[in-house]
Structure formats: structure tokens, C-alpha cells
């Protein structure tokens, strides 16, 4: 097993992957834009700070990200503006901080998603990652706190987690630095179109509810021909989501 650092060493080359540089709160004319989301007490913030070098307030205690906090990074000559989205537990929309986070993500079109999850608890993770990659084709689980499962004997095979869910898997232990270089690396790749996904999705549909979420979808384009993913919306409208329905009455999306 690898030794864990006691302290981080931003001035390591083992950190510093070459054509990084931390932009803070520069965020002028962005090449990309990243979403940073995930369950609270992931150590999410403390991933945007290790990329942005901000020093983002990071308290062990659920709904810490009342609003969304910004910040940016430059690798190989692009910048990156990262989005750290508010901590939930789920994107079905029944709090303010749900709605933020997956409206960001759907609407705001970010060029990629990173989801943060506690590699010690991974399993109830599980549930925000899968509904991420309902809305977006384009994200990476960082699998984070690898420290914290390593000190309890946790094993994860995130080779295998990657091809069971279709994206990427970079383990990290952010507050130590480790795996933030290929956590970047990852990152550009997918921005770049390097690396295509082929995440997730829900299978095995009853033709009739197929055949109205078809139809519903094709609806939803005619309105809104720019639209992202029509499909996952009019799923969200035969569940009976009273927010997307509003959305959709209002033309209220995130610009």
C-alpha cells in the first residue's frame, strides 16, 4: 500500500503536471466549463480547491454549499472554469440545492461533469452518480478519500467500476494531492474529445412507457429544438416532476 503524506506538497513534480497553472478567481474567457458535483462530506470542495487553488471553506457537515462557488485552472494552454455545485444526495429536485445542481448540469451545459464520491462509501454514492449520467455523456468519477478506505481495508477495482459505468474512474486522496494530476489529465481528455464516454443508462423500459417517452421527447424538441437530452425531461414529466413542468411551461433554463 502506498504511504500517505502528513502534509500536501504543492511544489512537488509529482503534483505539478507540466502546462498547470491554478487560476483562482480568473475566470476570463474560458476554453471549458466543469461542473464539480457530488454527496455532501466527499471532499468536494477540498478537490476545487486543489484545482483552482482556492481555499474554499471545507466544514464536515451536509449542505456546507449553499450557492455554487467558481474558480479556474489553465492546463496546456486552455482554462478551464470549474463550477463546484451544491452538495446533494439526489437530482430529483425535491430541495433548492437538488435543483441547482442538476439544472447546472442539464441546462448550463457543462463540457464536462466531475462527480466526487467517498471511495469508503461508495455504495451510497452510487445512487447521485447513476442519476448524473442520465443527463450527461460527458463526466468522471472521481473516487475520492482513497486514504480513508485504505485505512479501513476498502479495496475498490476502478477498473472495473469504470467499465461497469461507462466513464472514467481516477482515485484521489485530494487533500493530500494524490491522483489530482491524472484527475486533470482525465478532465482535458474528455474536454478534448480524447476520450468519449458511454455511460449508464437505464434499460429494459416497458415498450409503452418507451413508446410515451418517445413521443414526449419528440414533443419537447419541437418547442425547444436546442433542448439538451429531451429524453431525460420527459421521463422527469411521466413522474410527475412539477419543476420540470414549470421549466418547460416558462422557457425558464439556465442560460
Not at 26 to 48: H, Q, R, Y
Not at 68 to 89: C, H, M, W
Not at 140 to 160: G, H, Q, Y
Request: some cysteine; proline content about 5%; overall charge negative.
Amino acid at each position: 500500500m502506498e504511504a500517505t503524506p502528513t502534509t500536501a506538497c504543492e511544489t512537488c513534480p509529482a503534483y505539478n503536471p507540466d502546462g498547470l497553472k491554478k487560476l483562482g478567481v480568473n475566470l476570463n474567457e474560458a476554453d471549458f466549463v466543469i461542473a464539480l458535483a457530488g454527496n455532501p462530506n466527499t471532499g468536494k470542495s477540498t478537490v476545487f480547491n486543489a484545482l483552482t487553488g482556492l481555499k474554499q471553506h471545507t466544514g464536515n457537515w451536509p449542505g456546507k454549499t449553499v450557492t455554487r462557488a467558481e474558480g479556474a485552472f489553465e492546463y496546456n494552454s486552455q482554462k478551464y472554469k470549474i463550477v463546484d455545485l451544491p452538495g446533494t444526495y439526489s437530482l430529483l429536485s425535491t430541495s433548492e440545492d437538488e435543483e441547482v445542481a442538476r439544472n447546472f448540469i442539464l441546462f448550463g451545459k457543462p463540457s464536462v461533469t466531475i462527480i466526487v464520491a467517498d471511495a469508503s462509501r461508495l455504495e451510497r454514492n452510487l445512487n447521485l452518480v447513476l442519476q448524473v449520467l442520465e443527463i450527461t455523456d460527458s463526466a468522471v468519477l472521481c473516487l475520492n478519500l482513497m486514504d480513508e478506505a485504505e485505512r479501513n481495508d476498502i479495496e475498490v477495482d476502478t477498473r472495473t467500476l469504470a467499465k461497469d459505468l461507462g466513464i472514467p474512474v481516477v482515485a484521489t486522496s485530494a487533500r493530500y494531492l494524490r491522483g489530482i494530476p491524472e484527475l486533470i489529465q482525465t478532465v482535458s481528455d474528455l474536454a478534448n474529445g480524447r476520450i468519449h464516454c458511454k455511460p449508464h443508462k437505464i434499460k429494459n423500459i416497458p415498450p409503452n412507457i418507451e413508446k410515451a417517452v418517445t413521443k414526449l421527447s419528440t414533443e419537447i424538441e419541437k418547442v425547444y429544438p436546442e433542448i439538451p437530452n429531451s429524453r431525460w425531461l420527459a421521463i422527469r414529466l411521466l413522474e410527475g416532476d412539477q419543476h420540470v413542468k414549470e421549466m418547460l411551461k416558462n422557457g425558464d433554463f439556465i442560460k
